[in-house]
């Protein structure tokens, strides 16, 4: 099942709205590619932990939010180590509203800061300036106009956004959790400022 299946994402907003959390399924996934950008592989129950914060979820929701959850982390890890560059941002279907989806965009970004840091031993001066220069673009799609007109510009400006989340999240993983790899990331480049909002 592809990552950015509609179904895999209304599925986990689902299931973390039944107990009450407070992430959203964008902003979770977001976190876990973040933690995954560091030599050593996160373990899913800190992650699954730090989604669920402050709850104690019980029954049936219980066991959805873990099992989706569970499920994430593993289609996620399964994809960001394939070398055929499966990778895709978990966000709302192409049919959902523009600024539902731009929101979405925005969470994912945070998320995406927020386990990086998690992570721990990215000090930005040691990043290669590639790198460094996503961490910087994050930051600003992070603040992405959510009641932006749903016009062709928006759209296409939208489709270009999530492709570089795609390409960023793959190069800064290069240079962070593979730090042996010598090789290019294809599609890895980051594109100018022209793509951040």
């Known amino acids: 099942m592809p990552m950015n299946d509609p179904?895999?994402?209304?599925?986990?907003?689902?299931?973390?709205?039944?107990v009450d959390a407070n992430v959203s399924a964008a902003e979770a996934q977001g976190m876990l590619c973040?933690?995954?950008?560091?030599?050593?592989?996160?373990e899913a129950a800190r992650w699954i932990a730090q989604v669920l914060e402050g709850l104690s979820p019980k029954g049936e929701p219980a066991r959805e939010?873990?099992?989706?959850l569970t499920q994430l982390y593993h289609d996620t890890r399964d994809r960001?180590?394939?070398?055929?560059?499966?990778?895709?941002?978990?966000?709302?279907?192409?049919?959902a509203d523009l600024p539902e989806r731009a929101t979405a965009?925005?969470?994912?970004?945070?998320?995406?800061?927020?386990?990086?840091?998690?992570?721990g031993g990215h000090d930005p001066a040691e990043l290669p300036r590639e790198a460094n220069e996503v961490v910087n673009d994050l930051t600003e799609i992070a603040r992405i106009d959510t009641d932006a007109e749903s016009d062709e510009d928006s759209e296409i400006a939208y489709t270009e956004l999530v492709e570089y989340l795609r390409a960023a999240t793959l190069l800064?993983?290069?240079?962070?959790?593979?730090?042996s790899s010598s090789q290019p990331v294809d599609g890895g480049t980051a594109p100018g400022s022209e793509f951040v909002p």
């Open 7 to 18: 179904e895999r994402y209304t599925e986990l907003t689902a299931a973390l709205a039944a």
């Open 34 to 42: 973040g933690l995954f950008c560091s030599p050593n592989e996160p």
């Open 65 to 68: 939010v873990l099992e989706a």
């Open 80 to 95: 960001l180590e394939n070398d055929s560059l499966e990778f895709e941002p978990l966000l709302p279907d192409d049919e």
């Open 105 to 119: 965009l925005g969470r994912w970004c945070e998320g995406f800061l927020f386990g990086l840091g998690m992570a």
């Open 172 to 179: 800064v993983r290069e240079h962070t959790a593979l730090p």
